[in-house]
């Protein structure tokens, strides 16, 4: 029986209870390929900031329509004609939402297909894990606009492809998709069907795990990885220390012990 809260609604997101207390949150604008606005931003951060209490266990993120996110919304941005100040705090929720979702402790597995430009792969970059299609194709294209990244690509899209690919990206409006995408590090894994439904079967595979062991995958790595050398050892012993000894590991230990346990195998 679930033991998830009632899900809230919103004008730009929707929420879609799964088995396993999974969360399908879906982008709802596919007019505007899912081009995140303001209130779409206003609307992750409420909804990322509350995981935990809602007793979500892990969370799909995908795009309605035929793209995942088309990134900034440029028409708002162009009308609303911004001084550097209101932009700047513009950028600051978007990395509120973010850094709530990279931090959280909640497993997000992005459902990518079509387009995952600017903003929209900045988005899918705070996502734990990213699963793409055939038709998935990534795109920095804010060097053609005139403009510079500000949702975080400079921190996590750089972190998983590195700098000088990164600065290829937005200098050179370079587009990746397919197994080069894969094995450049824009996503983990690729499918011949439905990237929704392989995210699917991938939440529901991490929501089989403790809450506090995903709590530690998902926010402590993030954590230790801003850390000196010397202090990510000393962080990822106290992690340890806790999780490792927490009660509801030791009959999963004692099921290891026994052998009744799944034992490790390699694919087939």
């Known amino acids: 029986m679930s033991d998830m809260k009632p899900l809230p609604e919103y004008e730009r997101l929707k929420l879609e209870a799964q088995d396993n207390d999974v969360v399908i949150l879906t982008l709802n604008r596919p007019d505007k390929r899912n081009a995140l606005d303001v209130q779409s931003i206003e609307e992750l951060v409420d909804f990322f900031s509350n995981t935990s209490k809602l007793g979500v266990k892990a969370v799909v993120l995908a795009g309605a329509g035929n793209h995942f996110c088309a990134g900034l919304d440029l028409i708002e941005h162009w009308k609303a004609d911004r001084s550097p100040d209101e932009f700047m705090h513009v950028c600051m929720r978007w990395h509120e939402a973010f850094n709530k979702m990279e931090y959280g402790g909640v497993p997000i597995i992005a459902a990518l297909k079509g387009a995952v430009v600017g903003g ?34 400079t921190i996590r899209v750089s972190d998983m492809i590195g700098k000088s690919r990164m600065i290829d990206m937005i200098l050179m409006g370079r587009v990746y998709q397919g197994q080069e995408a894969v094995d450049l590090g824009l996503a983990q894994y690729m499918t011949e069907g439905s990237s929704l439904d392989k995210a699917i079967e991938l939440a529901n595979r991490a929501a089989q795990n403790l809450p506090l062991t995903n709590f530690a995958i998902c926010s402590a790595i993030s954590h230790l990885n801003n850390m000196s050398a010397m202090d990510a050892a000393y962080a990822e012993a106290v992690v340890a220390g806790v999780v490792n000894t927490q009660p509801e590991a030791r009959a999963r230990l004692e099921a290891f012990a026994n052998k009744s346990a799944a034992r490790v195998r390699p694919n087939e």
């Open 120 to 153: 929209g792969l900045e988005l899918a970059s705070a996502a734990h894990i990213r699963v793409i299609d055939e038709t998935t194709y990534f795109a920095l294209p804010e060097g053609q606009r005139g403009i510079f990244t500000g949702g975080g690509a």
